[in-house]
């Protein structure tokens, strides 16, 4: 097959594909912002609440000890940032390095989670990931919370 007849026919098949309901194309979209986030080290809401239902995930929160106390995502681990150093050794004996770890805060304009996952990465661990919506987002969403 010479090169004017596939060109046309891979054109005629792009064509045919984005003729398709706009919705295919942001469904793409989506899901390639998504995959971008995550490689990026950071888990949205859904991916969040996936990680938790399947148990999969240790979820961290890197708030003081006393929001901690008074609320946080159901289950998880007090690592705050201000006690980090006192924290981690009781944390590293409880969780392997090979843990896949879900740090967050209070929400998006808080940088303690990220501070936090950066310390755990710098510690030796290598499946970190940020939640940025933070312990806003996940009540406001009306998933489990406790303390």
Same mark, same amino acid.
């Given at each position: 097959?010479?090169? =004017? ?14 003729? #398709?309901?706009? /919705?295919l ?8 912002a !998504?995959l !971008? $986030?995550?490689?990026?080290?950071? *888990? +949205?809401?859904?991916? /969040? =609440?996936?990680? #938790? ?7 961290? +929160?890197?708030?003081? &000890?006393? /929001? ?5 995502? $159901? ?5 705050s940032?201000?006690r980090?150093? &006192?924290?981690?050794? +009781? #944390?590293?004996q409880? =969780? ?6 879900? *740090? ?7 940088? $303690? !989670?990220?501070?936090? !996952?950066? $310390?755990?990465? =710098?510690?030796?661990?290598?499946? @970190?990931? @940020?939640f940025?919506?933070g312990? *806003? &987002?996940?009540?406001?969403?009306? #998933?489990?919370?406790?303390g």
């Open positions: 097959m010479s090169g =004017k007849p596939l060109r046309r026919t891979l054109v005629a098949s792009l064509l045919l594909l984005s003729s #398709f309901s706009p /919705a194309s942001q469904l793409h979209a989506g899901e390639s !998504a !971008a $986030k995550e490689e990026s080290g950071q *888990v +949205d809401l859904s991916a /969040a =609440k996936a990680l #938790f239902d399947s148990r999969s995930a240790c979820f961290v +929160d890197s708030r003081s &000890e006393y /929001a901690y106390y008074t609320s946080h995502i $159901k289950g998880a681990i007090s690592l940032e201000s980090f150093d &006192e924290q981690f050794p +009781d #944390f590293r409880k =969780k392997s390095i090979e843990t896949l770890i879900v *740090v967050y805060c209070v929400g998006p304009s808080c940088p $303690k !989670a990220r501070h936090v !996952a950066e $310390k755990l990465k =710098k510690n030796g661990y290598r499946n @970190v990931k @940020v940025s919506g312990l *806003v &987002e996940w009540s406001h969403a009306g #998933f489990p919370i406790e």
